[in-house]
């Protein structure tokens, strides 16, 4: 016998608190429709009315199959909830659902909002009331309520008892501060349980301030509760929300949950959960959180040379679920500590196989030391790790050389008066003993990164003779820089993203004291990973050293 | 009647397990600094023996109030505790106490050692004995336990027991899969606590595989645990450890854990819990993590207008805990959802009080949404938001004006044949109606950041005349740079954080599509700031536009 849990995404209201986050509608539209096919059973699309993006967004709504929910808050004091029109805005967007959040902590209704405890107890009635008179399922947010079932046990139950009485089909538990410990969420929820509101009509909405927004989660669960709040990649106000990303995994692949609970999301959609995840911080220009449980590029990286070798002899030795089930792998990562074993699994991943015990293997790992001193990292750079490899196996055939380069930037008033960016760059190639010399410009009106890098980008693509066609469609995807610290002094290291026309992605890497050298250092390395790449028969072009 | 909890700090041996990271010798020294001035009972240092930093750390040990504990694992079959030659060199490194690492699950005892079962006790027992009879105190941490419980409870229990009457003083329950969930280690230690482990020899050891690291550890005191391990920051193999930055302010400050137990940590050494967060964030080279229980820029971020307008009437409305308790502070950030009640109080620790109502509210309001919508973001650079919103108010001298600037890299072969880098800046700038050009260079040798920025700057700060004192001490400390979208296309986004020579820090933002151009225009903000900052008497300056 299992229940069923239901999953409750506020990603696109809750998540949208987050420091920096702001969604346009576009993006709120995408982002419905990857919680829909994760399959969610409500997406909160935002508040109608209280902002431009969440009133359009609602006027556009794409068509799911999760319910979709509108965001608000109960009736104000001194008007009745047909005519309140801030209710009127969220009723008005009309959504099969509608969430309202009141209070249920006595200091807040009587400090914030300033009206009497029986006054938010009839605002709470008298709302819920008349969305369930309008053929809406309704849904309580009982804001602050932990905090109030310690400060006023009796009224934060009047407060659920309001909501559920008119017809609310979910009373959701919500710690708004954060503060509350997992230990203490499992007890009041199973004390409000006791105290007559049924576990199937409860949800849990809980906050990361502690870390525990997740284990606050599985405790409400554990009491009881059936509905879930929560967010992708656990954006939201302060800490954050709870991290449905993290959860479904957690509720689909493991115990106890996997067997004591069903939800609408399939395990065959839990392998779309990196993606979800990438294509989340994508939209929002952030750089995916390594350690991320389940689908951080680290969640399955196994950096201790005694776990390699045991992962490489059966994986669920060091693996507490397996990577693919959601859509992540394994990962042998390079560093001071991996031991040849490593290596080798890493060098097979790039198609180069090394016998065990070639002594070639410890000048690898001394090369990739040495760099690493110098500020380079191969974690995240596997072409550059690839090149490294190659060339000291004497597998790396040689291309062309670059010979000098000058790029310049300048920024003045043009003749009509405003003032622009010029930048230039000259690069000096040889190929199979012939020189080349390119020039290109990078302007600002460009759609595209404009700029010294892009410039010597274009200059260094311009014309590599024979070699042209193979890397036509490359660019640049993603740039990122660090200062970092090597041998005597700081380093700029940078890493570069890479794409050709199928789609095709690889990063690269390079440090120097010097930002337009370590961008040059990694836009080499991105072109040589691709022509090697690019077609077989160019192996037979002669080794380099 | 209060407990006493211990706790046990492995981020020089485990912590070093994250992905990307490399602490050198005086790195580990300053770190155990760290810990020891924050009160830990005991510091792992490393595994003597396993790789040079480690044995050279154990060399150069620092004189702690802490317990400084060698890490290893127990003797192999085959060979005696005393004739054990890696075992020796963790008992050469001298430590008062000393952690043993061993197996308990049945399957790993058989897989990954391939000796029998009760080899496996043997030596454990035999371990343990070893280091009571050097005096030592011992510890046994009991690798992959909830697994092996879970497979073969009576083993696992005997390999505990031996330790245990091996003289043991703690027996850490290790989930070095991270994969069990805290309602499994709350029930699992109380079993074992039943089977006659005393609570108070306990220690619980988690990985945050499922984001419950934290929660795990809570779930293992609540059964009768007495010792949590875990590291700064929740450095860690995979996804990982118990984060000690997290729990310390729950175990000192929060219900039900303040007032059961104490620990070795003083309430008011958590005051400095930010800046220790940060060093370490700092030594690694990393950006610290905005959204971080307790620690985080974003931890007491109140963005939601609501929230915020209440946050202004009485805190604790929307705080769990009072900001200054852990040194962190409240931020009311700007965004498109943010009021102007969050506007006028970041004015205000900006210096410019505002009348509430002043049309000049939405001026600024206006003007940050627009430059938001290019790409700028204001959370994280206090002193742009400063000048822009004193520009918007008509409170921002003209110190000096840039009329243009060029700055060209040039990579080439030098008389001797070595391929160099040279740098070389021009800016013209108009001070007072008198125009001043200056060139610098940036060389590679340079031990500081050297290159374009670096020239920039160098140039920039060459000559400014009158106010050449004032800025005469500043330096660039860190560079961020970030390819996000706005308006058309990509942009690149610079964040640079200055200092001066009182150890004042601030940060501005620069926006463009080409990379000099953001650096450029974060640099003259850098300027601009600390001029209007340096003297007092500046402000009688003519006002800009």
């Known amino acids: 016998m299992t229940a069923r849990l239901y999953l409750y995404d506020t990603?696109?209201?809750?998540?949208?608190?987050?420091?920096?986050?702001?969604?346009?509608?576009?993006?709120?539209?995408?982002?419905?429709?990857?919680?829909?096919?994760?399959?969610?059973?409500?997406?909160?699309?935002?508040?109608?009315?209280?902002?431009p993006t969440d009133s359009a967004f609602f006027d556009a709504a794409p068509a799911t199959r999760a319910t979709l929910t509108a965001f608000g808050m109960t009736k104000r004091a001194g008007v009745s909830a047909e005519n309140?029109?801030?209710?009127?805005?969220?009723?008005?967007?009309?959504?099969?659902?509608?969430?309202?959040?009141?209070?249920?902590?006595?200091?807040?209704?009587?400090?914030?909002?300033?009206?009497?405890?029986?006054?938010?107890?009839?605002?709470?009635?008298?709302?819920?009331?008349?969305?369930?008179?309008?053929?809406?399922?309704?849904?309580?947010?009982?804001?602050?309520?932990?905090?109030?079932w310690k400060a006023n046990r009796a009224y934060a139950l009047s407060c659920l008892q309001a909501a559920l009485t008119a017809g609310a089909r979910w009373i959701v538990l919500c710690d708004t501060n954060g503060g509350t410990l997992p230990v203490e969420i499992h007890d009041i929820v199973a004390e409000v349980i006791s105290a007559g509101i049924p576990g199937d009509r409860l949800g849990i909405h809980t906050h990361n301030d502690t870390a525990n927004a997740v284990a606050g989660s599985l405790a409400a669960v554990d009491a009881g509760a059936r509905q879930i709040q929560g967010t992708l990649n656990g954006l939201g106000e302060r800490c954050g929300n709870a991290n449905l990303v993290t959860?479904?995994?957690?509720?689909?692949?493991?115990?106890?949950?996997?067997?004591?609970?069903?939800?609408?999301?399939?395990?065959?959609a839990l392998k779309g959960l990196v993606t979800v995840s990438r294509q989340l911080d994508d939209i929002l220009n952030r750089v995916p959180t390594k350690q991320a449980p389940f689908v951080g590029a680290s969640a399955f990286a196994h950096k201790a040379g005694l776990h390699a070798s045991a992962i490489l002899k059966d994986p669920t030795t060091y693996e507490h679920v397996d990577p693919s089930l959601v859509g992540n792998e394994r990962v042998i990562p390079m560093s001071n500590q991996a031991g040849q074993s490593n290596l080798r699994r890493r060098l097979a991943d790039a198609g180069l196989e090394v016998e065990k015990g070639d002594p070639a293997l410890s000048a690898i790992l001394n090369e990739v030391k040495r760099r690493e001193?110098?500020?380079?990292?191969?974690?995240?750079?596997?072409?550059?790790?690839?090149?490294?490899?190659?060339?000291?196996?004497?597998?790396?055939?040689?291309?062309?050389?670059?010979?000098?380069?000058?790029?310049?930037?300048?920024?003045?008033?043009?003749?009509?008066?405003?003032?622009?960016?010029?930048?230039?760059?000259?690069?000096?190639?040889?190929?199979?003993?012939?020189?080349?010399?390119?020039?290109?410009?990078?302007?600002?009106?460009?759609?595209?990164?404009?700029?010294?890098?892009?410039?010597?980008?274009?200059?260094?693509?311009?014309?590599?003779?024979?070699?042209q066609d193979l890397i036509a469609e490359v660019r640049l995807v993603d740039f990122k820089v660090r200062i970092t610290h090597g041998g005597t002094g700081a380093v700029t290291r940078v890493i570069i993203d890479s794409e050709d026309g199928q789609g095709q992605r690889w990063s690269t890497v390079g440090v120097s004291a010097n930002i337009i050298d370590a961008s040059f250092e990694a836009l080499l390395d991105a072109l040589s990973w691709k022509l090697l790449h690019a077609h077989a028969a160019l192996l037979d072009a002669p080794a380099a050293d």
């Not at 914030?112 to 819920?128: F, K, P, Q, T, Y």
């Not at 600002?444 to 311009?462: C, I, N």
């Open 11 to 51: 990603t696109l209201r809750d998540g949208q608190q987050t420091q920096g986050v702001q969604f346009s509608t576009p993006e709120k539209i995408r982002i419905a429709g990857m919680l829909d096919r994760l399959g969610m059973d409500y997406i909160e699309g935002g508040w109608p009315g209280a902002n």
């Open 84 to 148: 309140d029109d801030v209710l009127a805005a969220v009723t008005n967007a009309g959504t099969p659902a509608v969430c309202l959040v009141g209070k249920t902590h006595d200091f807040h209704v009587t400090t914030a909002l300033g009206i009497s405890l029986d006054d938010n107890v009839d605002n709470i009635s008298r709302s819920v009331a008349h969305l369930v008179a309008q053929g809406r399922e309704a849904l309580f947010d009982a804001e602050h309520f932990f905090d109030g």
């Open 247 to 268: 959860l479904l995994p957690i509720l689909l692949l493991k115990e106890p949950y996997a067997s004591a609970y069903e939800t609408g999301v399939a395990k065959e």
């Open 373 to 467: 001193d110098q500020g380079y990292t191969y974690d995240s750079a596997q072409a550059s790790f690839e090149l490294l490899a190659r060339r000291a196996l004497g597998q790396m055939p040689r291309f062309f050389e670059v010979e000098r380069y000058r790029v310049t930037v300048e920024r003045r008033k043009d003749e009509t008066g405003t003032v622009r960016s010029y930048s230039e760059a000259v690069v000096v190639v040889d190929v199979d003993g012939e020189k080349r010399l390119s020039v290109a410009e990078s302007l600002e009106t460009s759609e595209q990164d404009s700029g010294p890098v892009d410039a010597l980008s274009r200059a260094l693509a311009k014309d590599l003779g024979k070699y």
